[in-house]
């Protein structure tokens, strides 16, 4: 039986090129981040509250357009309004369809609560509206790029990337293979929209989807761009006229983005957005770590620990209900808020099976904290993202995996 001291410190050796690295995109992207705060003079008067409609609302205004600078885009939409991931990318598939148009997906069928966005008897969802969808599956787990042509239609007005990994047991799409795709897409049908699910992949390299020639991306402000500090929210960035377009959907028609105040202070969004190079790097680091760990006690993992990453989520698969509970169970045990609550599977909103969630974290739902879920089905995948410190994803890992072993599952 191998012990759980000895294994973390072996793990942290084998790991420690790949930490270095992730410091030093950490180093640079916060060199960015700063250059970005000063261009646009950040101030005390950017953090102050607003109520009513809004109008001219200096922190907001700001905040979407350093947004934008930093994802070098036209535009942006950064709003406390927009609930969550799913809300910032249903904005988008809405806003930028219409009645007889066509999406395809080419990075495989969409994660599941975006699926009930796309499709399904859901009042109000694109299939209700007259939107046509399909997928492409991915071959040997990449787009395949050789298969576009026959795919596009002349009505596919909207080609979507996910990024991440989803529930999916495949790499992260990495910005150059994104790049190749864009390139690919455009040469086919230059007037379709590219649309880059961006969530959980923001600042783990030092390139965004925009800068490789995606038209749009969203992503939720309580994951990678928030830094562990924003309360709540989602972010959309752009070309002008998909904004545009978007924005009439986020207020209404004539009004865009005009509207909209928060009379709670906009520091956490800044401050957030400020920190989110260092707090990506600490998942990075701890999901890093917990792929070395799962090698090297037989646990199948995705990616391998020196694999190049462009998301936070680790997967790892227990072949096994019962090991994946109790691992979900000890991340929960070991978090810093609900330490005492017991994760159970449950039918959650928006999904087909069961899912199970540990989630001891600061700011209800927040992945870019140490937390993690999974559907209750075969090959039982747990899904691990986060961690505001390295300290923390380590120390809640170890004993995770100690609690299993003192249990004879690993």
Known sequence: MPNIDSVFLQAEEDCRAQFEQFEKTEEQLTYNMLEA???????????????????????????EEIFAYIFKAEEAIVRPHITSGTHALALCLIGLTKAGDHILSISGKPYDTLMTVIEGDVPG?????????????????????????????????????????????????????????????????????????????????????????????AGSLIKNPGGGLAPTGGYIAGNKTCIEKIAAYLTAPGLGRETGSYEAS???FYQGLFMAPHTVCQALK??????RVGEL??????????????????????????KLIAFCEGIQYFSPIDSFVTPVPWAMP???DQVIMAAGTF?????????????????????LQGGLTYAHGKTALKESFRRMQEKGLI
């Open 37 to 63: 705060f000063k261009h646009f003079n950040i101030a005390q008067r950017h953090f102050t509250p607003t109520n009513g409609y809004g109008y001219d609302d200096v922190g907001r205004d700001t905040l």
């Open 363 to 383: 700011v209800l739902g927040a992945s870019i904290e140490l937390s993690c879920d999974a559907p209750i089905r075969p090959p039982y995948i747990a899904y």
């Open 266 to 268: 906009y520091r956490p």
């Open 286 to 291: 701890t999901a890093c770590l917990a792929s």
């Open 125 to 217: 969802n694109l299939k209700s509206q007259g939107v046509d969808f399909s997928f492409m599956p991915l071959k040997e787990n990449k787009i395949d790029i050789d298969s576009l042509q026959q795919n596009i239609k002349p009505n596919t007005s909207l080609i979507m990337l996910q990024r991440s990994r989803g529930y999916d047991w495949r790499s992260s799409f990495s910005i150059a293979e994104l790049k190749t795709a864009i390139e690919a897409v455009k040469k086919i049908k230059p007037d379709a929209v590219v649309f880059v699910d961006n969530c959980y992949g923001e600042f783990t390299e030092l390139n965004e989807p925009i800068s490789q020639g995606a038209d749009i991306i």
């Open 297 to 322: 006690l037989n646990i199948n993992v995705s990616p391998r620990y020196n694999e190049k990453r462009s998301d936070i989520i680790q997967a790892l698969r227990f072949e096994d209900e019962d």
């Open 350 to 352: 928006g999904y087909k």
